[in-house]
């Protein structure tokens, strides 16, 4: 059910309960008024009934001013007067003046009528006959009256909730037209056009959502400008990779080998130094071992696997600490983690990887600190990186290449990337990435 129709019909059911129990209210109160209204007119009706005869009763009135005297009381609110003629039936003498008026619906009159008293009285005439009369209270003109303000009532209930009705409706519209422009907002960042933005709103709370949206669609225009430069960057490093690796294998591998079968043709001549051939062909195929390791190393470092995270790690620094013997590099290393997944041990020897490149590169350190340790043993197991290096710091704002691929890898384990540089203190970068235990496969 759509918003609009789940709002009208709880305000259909509120009104029909509001109609009900207002309703049965009114006719409970008119009942209440009409029965004292009428009692009271009728005990008063009586009294002066009680009065006027009683001031006649010393002398025989004839038909003509006992007629006269039940006239004049006949025309008090809620009251009926009947005389019994000599058949001892009812006659109805004195006919009412609104006759005419429209009475109320018969089923109200039977909800607010309850019982209602009556009196019989005798008047001796002069000529000694004897007349009965018998009054009644007659509620008519109450419950005509009750109706008509029941009917006023309910109609201007009626308005009211029509107005508030109109109202609701009214404001709904208006925010339902802003939730369809939130929905289309939300449709065009589904679809990728992060440029539109969503317009201001009146209300507060739409505008804060379209706030929030607009926010959204720039984080993720930001997020896909990135990633499809880091596309193109992992692109250009593989053809740049390939390049060297081809230009490796033809300088390094070709000439090697060219050199091997040209020595191997020159030993079968007589009179050549087979030793000194032999001692240069193992000199070429050590030199042709250590270029084989050094790209192996490159493209993917074998010694993970067996030997471990703690092993392939250190290895890594001593080549660095070779390769730069005025970088001081201190590594920290908790064996706890040799038990991690292959899969995160990879990340987590790239990205210190990554950070020992990126400090040769840029820093201008003299000294970096690597702690790779294990926290949260009990409730979240977790790696945790800590780099820290004392160069220059301050150029790089976390958004190179190098770092976007470190914090790419680390979010795509579920874990969390800090990068903080600051001028004249260097580059400290921290990695909280979650434990995954080793499968019987690895």
Same mark, same amino acid.
């Given at each position: 059910?759509?918003?609009?129709?789940?709002?009208?019909?709880?305000?259909?059911?509120? =009104?029909?309960?509001?109609?009900?129990?207002?309703?049965?209210?009114?006719?409970?109160? /008119?009942?209440?008024?009409?029965?004292?209204? #009428?009692?009271?007119?009728?005990?008063?009706?009586?009294?002066?009934?009680?009065?006027?005869?009683?001031? $006649?009763?010393?002398?025989?009135?004839?038909?003509?001013?006992?007629?006269?005297?039940?006239?004049?009381?006949?025309?008090?609110?809620?009251?009926?007067?009947?005389?019994?003629?000599?058949?001892?039936?009812?006659?109805?003498?004195?006919?009412?003046?609104?006759?005419?008026?429209?009475?109320?619906?018969?089923?109200?009159?039977?909800?607010?009528?309850?019982? *209602?008293?009556?009196?019989? *009285?005798?008047?001796?005439?002069?000529?000694?006959?004897?007349?009965?009369?018998?009054?009644? %209270?007659?509620?008519?003109?109450?419950?005509?009256? !009750?109706?008509?303000?029941?009917?006023?009532?309910?109609?201007?209930?009626?308005?009211?909730?029509? #107005?508030?009705?109109?109202?609701?409706? &009214?404001? &709904?519209?208006?925010?339902?037209?802003?939730?369809?422009?939130?929905? #289309?907002?939300?449709?065009?960042?589904?679809?990728?056009?992060?440029?539109?933005?969503?317009?201001?709103?009146?209300?507060?709370?739409?505008? /804060?959502?379209?706030?929030?949206?607009?926010?959204?669609?720039? !984080?993720?225009?930001?997020?896909?400008?990135?990633?499809?430069?880091?596309?193109?960057?992992?692109?250009?490093?593989?053809?740049?990779?390939?390049?060297?690796?081809?230009?490796?294998?033809?300088?390094?591998?070709?000439?090697?080998?060219? %050199?091997?079968? !040209?020595?191997?043709?020159?030993?079968?001549?007589?009179?050549?130094?087979?030793? @000194?051939?032999?001692?240069?062909?193992?000199?070429?195929?050590?030199?042709? /071992?250590?270029?084989?390791?050094?790209?192996?190393?490159?493209?993917?470092?074998?010694?993970? %696997?067996?030997?471990?995270?703690? !092993?392939?790690?250190?290895?890594?620094?001593?080549?660095?600490?070779?390769?730069?013997?005025?970088?001081?590099?201190?590594?920290?290393?908790?064996?706890?983690?040799?038990?991690?997944?292959?899969?995160?041990?990879?990340?987590? *020897?790239?990205?210190?990887?990554?950070?020992?490149?990126?400090?040769?590169?840029?820093?201008?350190?003299?000294?970096?600190?690597? $702690?790779?340790?294990?926290?949260?043993?009990?409730?979240?197991?977790?790696? =945790?990186?800590?780099?820290?290096?004392?160069?220059?710091?301050?150029?790089?704002?976390?958004?190179?290449?190098? +770092? $976007?691929?470190?914090?790419?890898?680390?979010?795509?384990?579920?874990?969390?990337?800090?990068?903080?540089?600051? /001028?004249? @203190?260097?580059?400290? =970068?921290? +990695?909280?990435?979650?434990?995954?235990?080793?499968?019987?496969?690895?």
């Amino acid at each position: 059910m759509s918003l609009r129709g789940l709002i009208n019909s709880r305000i259909l059911f509120s =009104v029909i309960i509001i109609i009900i129990v207002g309703g049965l209210l009114t006719i409970w109160q /008119a009942r209440h008024s009409v029965e004292r209204e #009428v009692n009271s007119s009728f005990n008063l009706a009586l009294q002066m009934i009680d009065l006027g005869f009683s001031h $006649l009763s010393r002398t025989s009135m004839t038909e003509y001013e006992w007629l006269q005297q039940i006239s004049a009381i006949q025309h008090t609110r809620h009251l009926h007067i009947s005389i019994l003629n000599e058949d001892n039936e009812e006659v109805e003498w004195f006919v009412s003046d609104n006759v005419d008026e429209e009475l109320p619906p018969e089923w109200f009159q039977r909800a607010v009528k309850t019982t *209602y008293p009556f009196s019989n *009285y005798d008047i001796k005439l002069a000529d000694g006959r004897v007349k009965k009369i018998i009054v009644r %209270a007659d509620p008519m003109d109450e419950i005509a009256e !009750a109706w008509e303000e029941s009917e006023s009532y309910f109609w201007s209930v009626m308005t009211m909730i029509a #107005v508030i009705f109109l109202a609701i409706n &009214f404001v &709904f519209n208006s925010m339902l037209q802003n939730v369809r422009t939130i929905v #289309v907002g939300l449709r065009r960042v589904e679809s990728g056009q992060y440029g539109r933005k969503l317009p201001p709103f009146k209300i507060s709370e739409f505008d /804060a959502i379209a706030t929030e949206i607009n926010h959204l669609s720039d !984080a993720l225009k930001v997020a896909k400008e990135n990633n499809q430069a880091l596309a193109r960057h992992t692109m250009q490093i593989q053809e740049s990779e390939r390049r060297n690796l081809s230009r490796e294998l033809h300088d390094e591998m070709g000439q090697s080998l060219t %050199a091997i079968k !040209a020595m191997s043709t020159a030993i079968r001549q007589p009179g050549t130094d087979v030793a @000194k051939i032999s001692d240069s062909i193992a000199e070429i195929c050590n030199h042709l /071992a250590g270029v084989v390791r050094s790209m192996m190393r490159t493209l993917h470092p074998l010694s993970l %696997a067996d030997l471990g995270l703690g !092993a392939t790690l250190a290895d890594l620094v001593n080549e660095w600490r070779r390769r730069h013997p005025d970088l001081v590099i201190k590594l920290d290393y908790d064996d706890r983690l040799d038990d991690i997944s292959h899969e995160l041990a990879i990340h987590v *020897y790239r990205i210190a990887q990554e950070c020992l490149t990126n400090v040769v590169r840029h820093a201008n350190a003299t000294e970096v600190t690597l $702690l790779i340790r294990q926290e949260g043993e009990h409730t979240s197991p977790r790696v =945790v990186m800590r780099i820290r290096d004392n160069g220059q710091g301050g150029e790089s704002s976390g958004h190179g290449f190098g +770092v $976007l691929a470190m914090r790419e890898r680390v979010e795509n384990m579920g874990g969390r990337f800090r990068f903080e540089s600051e /001028a004249g @203190k260097g580059v400290n =970068v921290s +990695v909280w990435m979650p434990i995954i235990e080793k499968t019987e496969n690895e």
